[in-house]
């Protein structure tokens, strides 16, 4: 049997956190290809992560640190044509790519230009606070096939004027990912890193702001943590945006002056969602405070617009950049036990790889011509 040739693009350690669930299930008729695209000072660390999975590298793509506006520009130029040389070498089914990045943005305009089907994944989402709000949807009407992670995305895919016969919604991939997890314990943890943690804890991402670089969203919430007692802080590390810098020199000034903060910058997705297990608060304005942390029953203060427009349970509660309205709504939160309820969860059970690979075993090359969808 010839089996389906899909190559998949993955720009992150987060993205490819979620694709390995596709790249690890068995198929009889499908074959996957890896390639994976990483900046400069984030090489080993993401060539590290794939190899521990055991997934089979079939080309890398390094680029340089994204530190400003420019340099993100000639990543999207360099990508374009690493990628054009990829689709000349060698011929593919499929194109499989998650997300929003402006790293899968430039190769899936490549992909176009040969006339590959592009699969894409995650589609239909809102973010109005990200720069990635425009690559997302660019990359759905690239796309020929799309699977969404709940009935709203796959409603504004079609309403994009993609063929309903081609939006498929079989739920998140970062659920599927927590609920396989094998999680550590606070001690287990406490041991991996070397401190011990007070009884209240909580676990702080903040990324750059990239639909408006002038917004510090780190310098309000650091200025509200500083004033609570008796609480163990986790920092993760921004992305690798234009302003990730700034956030780390911020990260680090404030650690050094508080015993009671910890700053990991290396950090597995198993220890990294077990500290989310444990954490009484996930703060910040990261994605897996709407999606990982809900379904593991942890509250969630979500800081600016980053993720606005984003579904999420009532646990998630939203804050204004400001220093008082930050501080107030912790209190608040730490002093409640605020209860999740999946009864309404938008993104799925945690079987959606499953799903999508069959789905994609069963698509044919007389489906591949686009025609826009009117709704009527």
Do not use: W
């Not at 041991?191 to 804890?201: E, S």
């Amino acid at each position: 049997m010839k089996k389906i040739k899909i190559l998949v693009f993955t720009s992150s350690r987060a993205d490819f956190s979620l694709l390995k669930y596709i790249l690890l299930s068995k198929h009889q008729s499908i074959k996957f290809y890896l390639v994976i695209s990483s900046p400069t000072n984030s090489k080993k660390q993401m060539i590290d992560k794939v190899n521990s999975e055991n997934i089979k590298i079939y080309e890398s793509i390094i680029i340089k640190n994204p530190s400003n506006n420019n340099c993100r520009l000639e990543n999207i130029n360099f990508i374009f044509k690493k990628m054009g040389g990829i689709f000349k070498r060698h011929k593919f089914d499929f194109f499989l790519v998650l997300g929003d990045r402006y790293e899968t943005f430039a190769a899936v305009i490549s992909a176009n230009n040969f006339q590959i089907p592009i699969i894409h994944l995650s589609g239909g989402l809102l973010s109005f606070g990200s720069h990635d709000e425009f690559y997302r949807h660019a990359i759905t009407k690239l796309a020929t096939f799309h699977f969404t992670t709940s009935e709203n995305s796959k409603k504004r895919v079609i309403q994009m004027g993609e063929s309903p016969k081609r939006v498929f919604n079989y739920g998140s991939l970062g659920v599927e990912a927590t609920k396989k997890f094998n999680f550590f314990s606070k001690s287990q943890i406490q041991r991996r890193f070397n401190f011990k943690l007070n009884k209240i804890c909580i676990l702080v991402t903040v990324h750059p702001n990239t639909s408006d670089s002038k917004i510090k969203e780190v310098d309000p919430i650091l200025k509200a943590l500083k004033k609570l007692n008796n609480v163990s802080i986790i920092f993760t590390s921004p992305n690798h945006d234009p302003g990730f810098k700034y956030i780390v020199v911020k990260l680090k000034k404030f650690i050094s002056m508080h015993r009671n903060s910890h700053y990991l910058d290396k950090i597995s997705d198993e220890e990294y969602l077990s500290i989310m297990k444990f954490s009484n608060l996930v703060l910040g304005n990261s994605s897996s405070g709407i999606y990982q942390a809900p379904y593991l029953g942890v509250p969630t203060l979500n800081i600016g617009n980053r993720q606005e427009g984003r579904e999420s349970p009532k646990s998630v509660i939203n804050s204004k950049i400001s220093e008082n309205d930050i501080y107030i709504k912790c209190i608040s939160i730490l002093n409640k036990n605020i209860q999740v309820n999946f009864k309404n969860f938008p993104y799925g059970k945690g079987n959606t790889s499953e799903k999508i690979i069959k789905k994609i075993a069963s698509l044919h090359r007389a489906n591949y011509i686009k025609k826009f969808y009117d709704l009527k």
